[in-house]
């Protein structure tokens, strides 16, 4: 026979849970809310607790497009804590989605703290709060109501349900001053015509004022889509130009190069620029070279190879780089494999190798059918000569195969060294210049585009901005020209 439980362990048990102190939130007396707010799509939304909050205590903002009944059926906009606040920061007014107030009663309102996370926190003793929500629908209806809560998260009922509507209006900027840059564009288009009516008049035959007709669309395009943007860029580069005040900036001279020249990562970023550049280049290159040797042969499943090997280059080049991302995280597959843990992307010398391998994957594609389709223009008669006068392997490639390619390599090398060196989604996607160890300086993985992504778009420096692309453009102009005269790359095509 089984027996029951002594009554004196069921006496101590109780007395043990009435000791228990019942923990419960501050109650909310009454809510107010008001759609006539200082800022456009804005709420302001007072609420009176029935005694001072004590530490713990907690309120979500609920709202709703709806009526509701209880906190299932809204969308909590923001949450206020009770606790110290000695060691908190107070933004001051507009720092927040949710500029809060509160009040201990005696008619003072002052911001609330911040934790470490954002959320608000105001100090015990608190009988009233007061917050500026933002995001609210513009010219609709919307409920509110505060939801408590105590020390030990367990929710009290929902407060009553208040309405109110967003009635400021969008107070937008006055229009930007176009005239100068229709003026610029008419001058340009205007410059053409009376160019193109000059070369129409001087052409006698009708052939050739045909070709002016021709010639003309394209010339226009590419005078306001491409040598317009140059220009203005160039003139932006000697302003003060910033996100703060675009379209009101004051010449400055020469100070934004003075600034290009002189930053603490000039030299650094341009040296890896140059690195990634020339490495990338004669990686394409030579792979690219050597895969099209391989598959000029008889070799079985020739048109397989090449629809393999020519994946990299047509799979949209971002996937690729998030592909390789993958790979190269800390617990990626280059680890597991491996059974290494290296962070490969957070320590500069491993990241820039990595960028370099993921940008020559996705280069050597193209380099390989440039060459493949220059091979076989090749007449294979001179292979055969050669082979009959005892000619080598390595000396046909070297004087018969080289110079014969080089009307293709030489040019395509060129337009493969200016791509790279402006190639930003690799970089950007990969590591987005990082690691940083140099605080307002390049990356350890950026060049020069990224870096000027970064000065134009995350500090807003527009003027200082031009004035790197405008140091890019002369840097690959420069190397443009030498290289054609070296190589006789013009010559080479024709």
């Known amino acids: 026979m089984r027996r029951g439980i002594p009554l004196i362990v069921v006496m101590a048990l109780v007395m043990i849970l009435l000791a228990i102190p019942v923990v419960q939130a501050t109650a909310v007396s009454k809510v107010e809310a008001s759609g006539q707010s200082s800022s456009y799509r804005n709420i302001n ?29 809204a969308t909590l906009h923001s949450t206020v804590f009770t606790g110290p606040t000695t060691a908190l920061a107070q933004p001051v007014l507009g720092e927040w989605y949710d500029d809060c107030q509160s009040s201990t009663g005696d008619g003072d309102w002052v911001m609330v703290f911040r934790g470490e996370n954002g959320s608000a926190v105001v100090p015990a003793g608190t009988v009233a709060i007061q917050c ?23 929710s009290d009922d929902l407060s009553e349900v208040v309405t109110a509507t967003s009635t400021a209006v969008d107070e937008l900027p006055p229009d930007a001053d176009t005239r100068p840059v229709w003026f610029a564009i008419g001058s340009i288009a205007l410059s053409l015509v009376v160019l193109l009516a000059v070369l129409g008049w001087k052409e006698r035959t009708a052939q050739g004022r045909s070709a002016m007709l021709y010639v003309a ?28 005040a675009l379209g009101e900036q004051s010449f400055n001279g020469l100070d934004n190069y ?23 280049v004669f990686a394409h290159v030579g792979i690219g070279l050597a895969l099209a040797m391989a598959l000029q042969g008889r070799v079985k499943g020739k048109v397989a190879y090449r629809t393999i090997l020519l994946l990299p280059w047509a799979i949209p080049s971002y996937i690729t780089v998030l592909i390789w991302r993958g790979i190269f995280q800390y617990d990626g597959l280059f680890n597991g494999l491996l059974g290494t ?39 294979g008669d001179i292979y055969e000569a050669a082979e009959v006068d005892g000619v080598s392997t390595v000396s046909q490639f070297r004087h018969l195969t080289l110079p014969m390619l080089k009307p293709a390599i030489v040019p395509v090398a ?25 605080f307002g300086e390049p990356g350890s993985t950026d060049i020069l585009i990224t870096y ?25 102009l420069w190397f443009s020209a030498t290289y054609m005269k070296k190589t006789n790359a013009t010559g080479a095509v024709v």
């Open 414 to 438: 060129l337009l493969g060294f200016i791509w790279t060196f402006n190639m930003f989604n690799v970089i950007y996607l990969m590591t987005d210049g990082g690691p940083n160890l140099w």
């Open 452 to 476: 000027v992504y970064d000065v134009a778009f995350r500090r807003g420096l527009y003027g200082v901005a031009a004035a790197w692309s405008v140091v890019i453009f002369l840097i690959l």
């Open 341 to 379: 843990q290296i962070d490969i992307l957070g320590l500069p010398v491993p990241a820039a190798a990595a960028v370099i391998v993921v940008n020559i994957w996705l280069g050597f594609p193209f380099m390989m059918m440039v060459i493949s389709g220059a091979l076989q223009t090749i007449p």
């Open 132 to 154: 500026d929500l933002t995001g609210m629908p513009a010219g609709e209806e919307v409920f509110l109501a505060i939801w408590s809560f105590d020390s030990h998260l367990i």
């Open 45 to 73: 939304l007072t609420w009176e607790l029935a005694g001072p909050a004590v530490e713990g205590d907690g309120f979500h903002i609920m709202f709703s497009k709806s009526p509701f009944a209880n906190a299932s059926n």
């Open 258 to 280: 003075v600034e290009v020249f002189g930053s603490a990562g000039f030299l650094r970023v341009l040296g890896f620029t140059l690195l990634w550049t020339v490495v990338n």
């Open 217 to 244: 669309p394209a010339l226009m395009a590419l005078a306001l889509l491409t040598f317009y943007p140059v220009g203005y860029g160039i003139v932006l580069s000697f302003t003060d130009a910033n996100q703060s």
